[in-house]
């Protein structure tokens, strides 16, 4: 945590930055000691056998993987998370299928951190996967090393999205970056949220990624920096140079199996690596798992206020309203957040996000839309982010 004479750092910038300071934060050791119910510790990463966690009392593994997320090296891996490679194998089967009916209608995926077409990609794959193979779908999930830690990081009431990756041979690594959701805000954006709020970001989400082939280390799997989670000011500091620099000369790499898992604090700076391999089609399920807190407590149509309310931020510019006063106006009618969203449907843009319905007010107002237009907009906007 950054601190000041009076306390905790109430805002960040960049200029809190500070690469030596971030290096005496990551270059540290895992003490086994710390986690007595992992096998070993590997690169400062503590793998656990998931065979055993099973006789294991849940109570202390949900404690130990909580320290290990929060306060150490920031991830784990589970050995043997899906212990029967059949429901593997056929899920993986469904993913592919997905893939190749996407390839097939000329469906091009933009990735968040990678080239759009450097792997195949199949947004909102837990809806797709629930139609097309139900069956499949609850022997998948009823995995109980997935109900443990996303309970373990989250609490109950956790709500799971699923995004399958296949990095095919040749495909480049992704750069480095931390995740949802200040992960996937822009420098100024993330900025404007209190430091309190880059606290609060990673304990309201849980990432993970379930291999669904062996994975050498030639093939790419994920790159992580341990303890960097802990770094306050670390969603402003992922895209600087020196930092990136600093992520490529001292990450980590494990080489996982087929049934394997890897869960992590979002905030972990993390990327996926270069496919080396001739032959590999390093296909892995990555797992978003949500706090059952991230919802407003009334349900608002949004959409008929903005609608409703726009002929007055029309009539209200014309006369002179600074742009802060109509900036407010908008604020209180659209949703001001893109997700969650249909990515099939309402792609990331520059590799983020998509724009959200503010963003769509707030064009229409500085560019004098007719209430018409904005309304067909807004309808269209709505249709994408179903499901």
């Given at each position: 945590m950054s601190l000041t004479a009076a306390g905790p750092r109430t805002w960040l910038s960049e200029k809190d930055c500070d690469l030596d300071a971030f290096r005496t934060l990551v270059e540290r050791s895992t003490d086994p000691g710390d986690y007595p119910l992992a096998e070993t510790v590997e690169q400062n990463v503590p793998l656990y056998d998931s065979d055993r966690l099973r006789a294991a009392e849940p109570q202390h593994v949900r404690t130990e993987w909580v320290r290990a997320l929060l306060d150490g090296p920031g991830f784990v891996v589970l050995k043997h998370a899906?212990?029967?490679?059949?429901?593997?194998?056929?899920?993986?089967?469904?993913?592919?299928?997905?893939?190749?009916?996407?390839?097939?209608?000329?469906?091009?995926?933009?990735?968040?951190?990678?080239?759009?077409?450097?792997?195949?990609?199949?947004?909102?794959?837990?809806?797709?996967?629930?139609?097309?193979?139900?069956?499949?779908?609850?022997?998948?999930?009823?995995?109980?090393?997935?109900?443990?830690?996303?309970?373990?990081?989250?609490?109950?009431?956790?709500?799971?999205?699923?995004?399958?990756?296949?990095?095919?041979?040749?495909?480049?690594?992704?750069?480095?970056?931390?995740?949802?959701?200040?992960?996937?805000l822009g420098q100024e954006q993330a900025a404007r949220y209190p430091a309190h709020v880059h606290r609060l970001s990673p304990v309201l989400t849980l990432q993970g990624a379930v291999a669904h082939c062996d994975m050498p280390v030639e093939s790419g799997p994920t790159l992580y920096l341990p303890h960097s989670q802990k770094y306050e000011p670390g969603y402003l500091a992922w895209r600087r140079?020196?930092?990136?620099?600093?992520?490529?000369?001292?990450?980590?790499?494990?080489?996982?199996?087929?049934?394997?898992?890897?869960?992590?604090?979002?905030?972990?700076?993390?990327?996926?690596?270069?496919?080396?391999?001739?032959?590999?089609?390093?296909?892995?399920?990555?797992?978003?798992?949500?706090?059952?807190?991230?919802?407003?407590?009334?349900?608002?149509d949004r959409e008929t206020v903005?609608?409703?309310?726009?002929?007055?931020?029309?009539?209200?510019?014309?006369?002179?309203?600074?742009?802060?006063?109509?900036?407010?106006?908008?604020?209180?009618?659209?949703?001001?957040y893109p997700f969650p969203t249909n990515l099939d449907l309402d792609p990331p843009v520059d590799g983020l996000a998509p724009p959200s319905q503010a963003d769509t007010v707030w064009r229409a107002v500085s560019e004098g839309w007719s209430p018409e237009r904005l309304r067909g907009e807004l309808q269209a906007g709505a249709e994408r982010r179903r499901i």
């Open positions: 899906f212990p029967d490679l059949d429901v593997v194998d056929r899920a993986s089967a469904v993913f592919t299928a997905l893939i190749e009916d996407e390839r097939a209608a000329g469906i091009a995926r933009g990735d968040h951190f990678a080239k759009p077409g450097t792997n195949d990609r199949v947004w909102n794959a837990l809806d797709k996967m629930a139609v097309r193979a139900p069956e499949t779908f609850a022997d998948y999930y009823a995995n109980d090393m997935l109900a443990l830690i996303a309970e373990a990081w989250l609490g109950p009431g956790y709500q799971i999205t699923s995004q399958v990756n296949q990095v095919n041979p040749g495909g480049a690594a992704q750069s480095v970056h931390r995740d949802y959701h200040l992960g996937f140079p020196e930092f990136i620099a600093y992520f490529d000369r001292h990450h980590v790499q494990l080489p996982l199996e087929k049934g394997d898992a890897v869960f992590f604090n979002p905030a972990l700076f993390h990327a996926a690596g270069h496919n080396r391999s001739a032959d590999i089609r390093r296909m892995a399920n990555l797992l978003q798992i949500s706090s059952a807190f991230g919802r407003a407590m009334e349900t608002v903005s609608n409703g309310v726009y002929p007055v931020l029309l009539r209200r510019k014309a006369e002179g309203a600074a742009e802060d006063w109509l900036r407010r106006v908008v604020a209180a009618c659209a949703e001001g």
